[in-house]
Nanobody
Framework: QVQLVESGGGLVQAGGSLRLSCAAS????????MAWYRQAPGKERELVAT???????NYGDSVKGRFTISRDNAKNTVYLQMNSLKPEDTAVYYC??????????????WGQGTQVSVSS
C-alpha cells in the first residue's frame, strides 16, 4: 500500500509565494516520474510540472518562469515552489507519482489534493 500526503496549500495574495510538498510512504521499491497537476472549478485537470527520476523538468506554459518543481529521492518527496502567484493559479493541486513496489510493475498514485487560493 502506498500513500501520498500533500501539504503547503493555503490562501495568498497575488504576487506571493507558496511551497507545496508531497511525500510518499508505504511499500516503495522505486519512484519514476513525479508530477503536479491542478484542477480549477469547472475546468479539467491540467498538468503543472513534471520531474523525471533523472531530474529533467517540464512545465505547463502558464507556469513557466514562476513555478519550480524539485524532488528529494531520499525522502520520496516532490516539491512545487510557486512564485509570483496569480488569481488564475487558484485550484486544487494534486501530486502524482509513478511507483513500483516490486521492480516489476508500475502504478500511478495520487495525493489527496491541497487547495491553493490566490486573491487579487
Amino acid at each position: 500500500q502506498v500513500q501520498l500526503v500533500e501539504s503547503g496549500g493555503g490562501l495568498v495574495q497575488a504576487g506571493g509565494s507558496l511551497r507545496l510538498s508531497c511525500a510518499a510512504s508505504g511499500s516503495i521499491f522505486r519512484i519514476d516520474a513525479m508530477a503536479w497537476y491542478r484542477q480549477a472549478p469547472g475546468k479539467e485537470r491540467e498538468l503543472v510540472a513534471t520531474v523525471t527520476s533523472g531530474g529533467t523538468t517540464n512545465y505547463g506554459d502558464s507556469v513557466k518562469g514562476r513555478f519550480t518543481i524539485s524532488r528529494d529521492n531520499a525522502k520520496n518527496t516532490v516539491y512545487l515552489q510557486m512564485n509570483s502567484l496569480k488569481p488564475e493559479d487558484t485550484a486544487v493541486y494534486y501530486c502524482n507519482m509513478r511507483i513500483s513496489a516490486s521492480g516489476y510493475s508500475w502504478h500511478d498514485y495520487w495525493g489527496q489534493g491541497t487547495q491553493v487560493s490566490v486573491s487579487s
